[in-house]
């Protein structure tokens, strides 16, 4: 018997599973390697489970044998990955981003959100979501001056018919001028953040600032990756908005101006045709100040967007 | 000025690489995802990862047409990675198992590597080795009394001609009866492990015990798979050795005997062919006197095996 001295340092346990009930020949090729790994594969229970597993041996098996990895280049993707997996935190999306930039998340969400009636399409809720926001009214601002280029934002929320959603939950936010959320400062305090209602003919507006594009946080493996592609690591500027309403599926959004550099060549290739927006730039003084712009000598750009919402289907 | 309250907690930086020089239309449907994606990752100067990033990019988005994940699969696939990189160790190789069990360096190393002249296949090394061994005698045991049951090793290093390599260094190490490295006891004492040169005619020998399968560890991603594949997560026993010889390429290899009920289901699928061997039953008492065994009447497994090393082509 094994004493203290001698006891081994971990267990790894069998799982209790036998070996499968056929004979598998052994391996001499390349062809009997993937054979197996099928026929082991197909042994799971759930079907579809057993359709995504036996679906990636063959994508896996096939893109093995076109591009004919050295070991080199296979450990070096395996080091890669499990970088990429201990940087991964609810604050930081190493491993999605490393899968976005290559299309992944846009097109899973292109193939299962196709645009459907007039309904807004929707976009990602971003880490930079947070419920400790300002509440604001209608007209009033959601940055504090000095935070960027005037903007101010002008829709409607309405039903796939049209007609006004009134008192609905309108959650806005932005980076600021630096491309930074008031999240990444240390001071938490909201800002370019604010929540309001929509009024009874389902409208909304509000004092903002015109968001900046930023670049992906790229110290790690993502950041080797976009340089290795010669790529560079911004996402374009954008506002985030979702809108809750009783009796409408929630939606959660971005809204991208068209006038950013970056707009079509997105690194996570997120922005959707239908969520550009044309601001307008407005020079009027007398509109500036009307609408309360503490400088109204700058002029505003004018963002003007209704919202559409889609009716919850009973359960 | 941003004070030092409101001083950003990271600094994300642009990358310095501007927007590509040609315009991409819009994402509206899942075909401009693919082409913009390959668009974007074909700026990648170097050839190899170009070819390498866009077939990646050709694959991954065929297997997401073909299996529309879901939101929810997504995510959870993405989770099942990180949690795999933040398990990968280099004690433990989370990650590497994970593509393992789905045949990857299977493939790699039988496309890489296939079966050549008469030479010995190689195979993986293994986390298990160390320089920390015991120094023996043709003749004598690496596994103290009562590991397990007896095994006669028995052979000779030639080259491709078959003539004898005299003075090779052949490292062996195995799991004991429990399944367990010496390297996973605390007691810090090399067992079922040890070092011998092979004498003038290339011979080495040398007393042992029957190695044990033993299950991979698995209370982490690469277990919750095997159980959802309904697969076992045992190793098929093996003796691993390593031969090396001056002017001749060092081998790294692993011998699995037959008999074992895991040898043709691998859970890695790491077994060769080439590297299977019948063990021969040896109840003949004197035989097992002669040879040194402390209880002879038990008998012992006879394993036969020469190894052919490939000379070391002139750089």
């Known amino acids: 018997m094994a004493d203290a001295s001698s006891t081994a340092k971990y267990e790894a346990l069998h799982n209790g599973i036998e070996p499968p009930s056929f004979k598998l020949p052994l391996i001499d090729n390349p062809e009997i390697v993937t054979a197996n790994t099928l026929k082991l594969v197909e042994q ?3 079907a579809r489970k057993r359709f995504l597993f ?17 070991t080199e280049e296979w450990h070096g ?19 999605e981003l490393i899968l976005d930039i290559f299309g992944a998340e846009a097109l899973i969400d292109t193939i299962n959100n196709p645009p459907k009636d007039s309904v807004t399409e929707r976009a990602l809720l971003g880490p930079f979501f947070t419920e400790h926001t300002h509440d604001v009214s209608n007209g009033d601002s959601i940055a504090s001056e000095g935070k960027g280029e005037y903007m101010y934002v002008d829709g409607r929320v309405v039903d796939t018919e049209g007609k006004p959603i009134a008192n609905a939950v309108v959650d806005a936010w932005e980076a600021d001028d630096t491309g930074h959320y008031d999240l990444q400062y240390d ?7 604010g929540r309001l209602r929509t009024d009874a003919e389902g409208k909304f507006n ?17 950041g080797e990756l976009l340089l290795a592609m010669n790529r560079h690591n911004m996402r374009p500027s954008h506002l985030h908005i979702i809108v809750d309403a009783p009796g409408y599926e929630k939606l959660v959004t971005q809204f991208y101006p068209s006038e950013d ?14 969520l550009v927006v044309d601001l307008e730039q407005v020079n009027d003084v007398e509109s500036a100040k009307a609408l309360g712009f503490q400088h109204p000598e700058r002029g505003f750009k004018l963002f003007k967007r209704d919202i559409v919402m889609r009716r919850k289907v009973d359960a």
Chains 1, 2 share one sequence.
């Not at 993707?77 to 491993?95: H, N, V």
């Not at 001071?187 to 953040?193: E, H, I, L």
């Not at 079509?264 to 922005?271: E, M, P, R």
């Open 44 to 46: 799971t229970p759930d």
């Open 54 to 70: 036996t679906t990636l041996t063959r994508y896996l098996h096939d893109f093995i044998k076109e591009t004919k990895p050295t």
């Open 77 to 95: 993707t395996l080091k890669f990955l499990s970088r990429a997996g201990q940087l991964s935190t609810p604050d930081r999306q190493e491993m």
């Open 187 to 193: 001071n938490g305090v909201p800002d370019c953040r």
């Open 206 to 222: 509000f004092r903002a600032i015109v968001p900046i594009a930023y670049p992906l946080l790229s110290d790690g493996p993502l």
């Open 261 to 274: 550099k970056w707009i079509d060549s997105d690194s996570v290739l997120g922005v959707k045709k239908s």
